[in-house]
């Protein structure tokens, strides 16, 4: 049996510093078969509210936009204790029920979500570049600012 090595396979000081890290995803969410349910006042103001209240669990999104039938979102998780899965399973929930309230029935969400983790402000500006221009090439609104279910809840740097 070979010596230990006094060298590991994955040093102390990186794993130690992404235990400390909150993760940053970009998120995007879309509706079952792609139906038009979520680009509407009351829609938004559900999302808006289910954010606002996930702070309390050190959830924070920061800007987002809200497409007919798919949503996107950049969201800061804490690094203990809710996992990102989890937490976009509560908003699917909490938000189908809003769904359902407005007369929409179920399905409402197609299978699981995709999600990227951010790595750097380069590619956390391009992802918002092309998530602002999504109204814009859906022929939407003229104007990204035109369109009224986008914004940011909390600031999120790197």
Partial sequence: MPP????????????????SLEPFYFV???????ASLLGNDGFHRGFLDFC????????????????????HLFVRMPPEGMTLSRWIGSLKSVLGRNLLAAGHSRPHWQEGFFDHLMR???????????????????RLCANPEDWPFQGEIVPLRF
Avoid at 28 to 34: A, D, E, G, H, I
Avoid at 120 to 138: C, D, F, L, M
């Fill in 28 to 34: 995007t969410l879309n509706t079952f078969k792609r």
């Fill in 120 to 138: 750097s402000s380069e590619s956390y500006g391009e992802k918002w570049r092309y998530v602002q221009q999504n109204p814009v090439r859906a």
């Fill in 4 to 19: 230990e090595s006094p060298y590991p396979r994955r040093p102390l000081r990186l794993k130690n510093r992404a235990q």
């Fill in 52 to 71: 606002n209240k996930a702070m309390a669990f050190n959830v924070a999104v920061g800007r987002y936009a809200i497409m007919p039938d798919h949503m």
